[in-house]
């Protein structure tokens, strides 16, 4: 996923498509906007980032699950959890060096962002990105060369966070 | 200066302001693995090294103690799962990756290999509980059996309780999202506490003074390798990146300062070192049952703080809610 802080405005609709998408229980979210401003007064800058879960290539959260209930989705690298598994010991909300890993569905299971797999399976986009009013948010595969995310990184200056975690993220934002 | 803050609530008590998810629950989950793992390696010391003599409580009535120590550990973090009807599937998987997964699978290896060295001391330790037993044929045969390889059985119990005692450490030390928890030491350093909690336990319950004297003494060498460990913990957190340094804020002079040096450090450590050094060198024996009693207390506090600092240590941090005196920290230049 590529999104362009240049063009997001914060308006925060990601985070409503996504909870009617996925009928996200209430007073729970599977992503947020942040808004980090850099500088010193009256020189700042203001950057909005839409987040979620950064479906990391090194996914911690997959690695510390004990029982196997945190995996990746038919080798992509979309990491899920399978309700049926997961014990709800928490282990993959500790593991996440971005805090993203953190709906937890009243039943006892872990919830996250699936990428909306059910969606990318119909050749979709996720909601987020198929909603975001401004187009700011790109989904596609960086392993083909052709696709829209991987033109943009080639093309525009980017980064992901907090990459001395080690853990790949996959969500990219373009600067 | 850099602010990050969220536009549209994130809103889940188990993140934010700070990670939350494990409490009290587990903590007791950790001391209790702890003072079971030190519990079997007495006991299995005390058969191995021929010590009956000299420590009879350690060698005959000790292991005993593991299973029921380790059942309430066990039933506190059952409390603590969230998906409970789920707790089977811990036993349809093996990740090699997760120190829980080897956790959940050295557990269910320990509780055999515990029967069996219970069963090999039952008749001198517990001889009325061994009637019971031997009123079955198949007991009477499972006791005569382990009493003829008692000395098989302690030596093979000493590495799985040596496992159980340093994987509750290993546990928490692979978080490496977790900055406060992610040090090699820990995982020595929770099973030396074990070993000192288990120790002082004996000094406890065990009736005859040799005894009480014999593992005094060890608890003192525990003790001091214990410092010694807790001192090479905060070295490398000191010496460690910027999260590293963050993290170990948090006991120096951040929320659990006092609860880690105070409770852990003084009360758990330092106070019974003085008590047992004094004992020992015959100068004072009037607080002799004070020591171990807050030798365990320690072994306590050392979890829940361990637990309470390391969730709360992270590589991100995000304002939850507008404040004036957010506005004031934009007028400060960058460091």
């Known amino acids: 996923m590529v999104i362009d802080t240049r063009t997001c405005i914060g308006c925060g609709d990601c985070v409503v498509a996504c909870k009617t998408e996925n009928n996200v229980p209430e007073g729970l979210n599977r992503d947020w906007v942040v808004e980090a401003t850099r500088g010193t007064y009256p020189d700042l800058k203001t950057e909005f980032r839409s987040e979620r879960c950064n479906h990391c290539s090194n996914p911690t959260c997959v690695t510390l699950c004990p029982t196997g209930a945190s995996h990746l989705w038919k080798d992509t690298n979309i990491v899920l959890v399978e309700p049926e598994k997961c014990t709800g010991c928490k282990a993959c909300i500790a593991a996440c060096p971005y805090d993203a890993r953190l709906v937890m569905h009243p039943d006892g299971y872990i919830d996250k962002c699936t990428f909306c797999h059910h969606r990318v399976e119909q050749g979709l986009d996720p909601a987020c990105v198929s909603t975001c009013p401004t187009g700011c948010m790109h989904f596609g595969s960086l392993d083909d060369p052709h696709s829209k995310v991987s033109q943009l990184l080639k093309t525009r200056d980017h980064k992901v966070l907090k990459p001395e975690t080690g853990n790949e993220p996959n969500v990219y934002y373009l600067t | ?335």
């Not at chain 2, 330790?125 to 302690?154: H, T």
């Not at chain 2, 609860?259 to 004094?278: D, H, R, Y």
């Open chain 2, 1 to 335: 200066m850099t602010e990050e803050l969220f536009v549209t609530a994130r809103s889940n008590e188990l993140i934010d302001p700070g990670l939350h998810i494990w409490t009290w629950e587990v903590a007791m989950y950790l001391f209790m693995g702890g003072l079971t793992a030190g519990a079997m390696i007495f006991a299995a010391l005390a058969i191995a090294r021929d010590k009956v003599q000299v420590a009879p409580f350690a060698a005959t009535r000790l292991a005993l103690f593991a299973p029921v120590l380790l059942s309430i550990g066990m039933t506190t973090l059952f409390l603590d799962l969230e998906h409970k009807l789920f707790v089977y599937r811990f036993y349809t998987a093996f990740t090699i990756t997760s120190p829980m997964s080897w956790g959940a699978w050295i557990l269910i290896v320990v509780y055999p290999i515990s029967v069996l060295q219970i069963l090999s001391t039952i008749r001198a330790g517990y001889p009325a509980l061994a009637s019971m037993v031997d009123k079955l044929a198949i007991g009477r045969m499972a006791v005569d059996w382990c009493e003829r390889n008692r000395m098989q059985i302690a030596l093979s119990v000493i590495p799985f309780a040596v496992a159980l005692g340093i994987y509750t450490g290993i546990l928490l030390s692979a978080f490496g999202a977790r900055p406060f928890w992610n040090s090699g030491v820990l995982g020595i350093l929770f099973l030396v506490s074990g070993m000192s909690t288990a120790a002082a336990m004996v000094v406890l319950v065990a009736r005859q003074h040799a005894e009480k004297a014999l593992f005094t003494r060890i608890d003192l060498v525990l003790i001091l390798a214990e410092i010694g460990l807790v001192a090479l913990m905060l070295i490398s957190l000191a010496s460690g990146s910027g999260q590293h340094i963050n993290a170990l804020q948090s006991v120096m002079g951040g929320p659990y300062t006092l609860e880690f040096w105070l409770f852990f450090v003084c009360i758990g450590l330092l106070i019974p070192l003085v008590i047992e050094t004094l004992e020992i060198s015959g100068l004072n024996k009037s607080l002799v049952m004070l020591a171990p009693v807050l030798v365990i207390i320690g072994g306590y506090a050392l979890r829940q703080v361990v637990l309470d600092a390391g969730q709360e240590s992270t590589w991100t941090h995000y304002e939850t809610q507008y404040s004036s005196e957010l506005l004031e920290r934009l007028h400060e230049e960058d460091p």
